[in-house]
T-cell receptor, first 113, second 113 residues
Framework: EPEVTQTPSHQVTQMGQEVILRCVPISNHLYFYWYRQILGQKVEFLVSFYNNEISEKSEIFDDQFSVERPDGSNFTLKIRSTKLEDSAMYFC???????????FGSGTRLTVV | GQQVMQIPQYQHVQEGEDFTTYCNSSTTLSNIQWYKQRPGGHPVFLIQLVKSGEVKKQKRLTFQFGEAKKNSSLHITATQTTDVGTYFCAGWRSGGSNYKLTFGKGTLLTVNP
């Protein structure tokens, strides 16, 4: 079964440093998402991406965050200057067409120290 | 903004007992989806309900979508230890164009063998 692949699985970074989280969505999928989950809490929407542009972003997704799909396969989330409160599990997800279930990647656990 | 509420937050049962989690949206939904997240894992899509009053079954799992398309439930009959995990409902709001899901906080199910 096709998978969404995320790397790295775990990233530890110092406060103020930049991190890039990488995702390879399923090849024929068209809609891409980043969600985050602080330990034991709800899955929170960050941003959606379609047709090579952001279609919606949440209040969490401020100027410190950006997304790119540089080469038609990879989908990246960049946090420019990490804060302690950015520590969370970050999930990438994708769907092929409207109204289908998301396929989530296995996540990147980001720890900011 | 749209809110999706889920109760209970935690449920501990003896193996063989039934389990139900309830989901309520502040707005009418186009569809409701259910996901299961095993401890340390990522959300995995279980099912989608689209029609008002729809009922779907997957083996011991029964999913319902309310008549007003604002609430839903997941019922597990005769729980097994393999049912352990957090069950999330997630809704896509009517009129939304990027198929962004808003997740409930989830119900953590633990099963005592």
């Amino acid at each position: 079964e096709p998978e969404v692949t995320q790397t790295p699985s775990h990233q530890v970074t110092q406060m103020g440093q930049e991190v890039i989280l990488r995702c390879v969505p399923i090849s024929n999928h068209l809609y891409f998402y980043w969600y985050r989950q602080i330990l034991g809490q709800k899955v929170e929407f960050l941003v959606s991406f379609y047709n090579n542009e952001i279609s919606e972003k949440s209040e969490i997704f401020d100027d410190q965050f950006s997304v790119e799909r540089p080469d038609g396969s990879n989908f990246t989330l960049k946090i420019r200057s990490t804060k302690l409160e950015d520590s969370a599990m970050y999930f990438c997800a994708s769907i092929s067409y409207a109204g289908t279930g998301y396929t989530f990647g296995s996540g990147t656990r980001l720890t900011v120290v | 903004g749209q809110q999706v509420m889920q109760i209970p937050q935690y449920q501990h049962v003896q193996e063989g007992e039934d389990f139900t989690t309830y989901c309520n949206s502040s707005t009418t939904l186009s569809n409701i989806q259910w996901y299961k997240q095993r401890p340390g894992g990522h959300p995995v899509f279980l099912i989608q309900l689209v029609k008002s009053g729809e009922v779907k079954k997957q083996k011991r799992l029964t999913f319902q979508f309310g008549e007003a398309k604002k609430n839903s439930s997941l019922h597990i009959t005769a729980t097994q230890t393999t049912d352990v995990g957090t069950y999330f409902c997630a809704g896509w709001r009517s009129g939304g164009s990027n198929y962004k899901l808003t997740f409930g906080k989830g119900t953590l199910l633990t099963v005592n063998p």
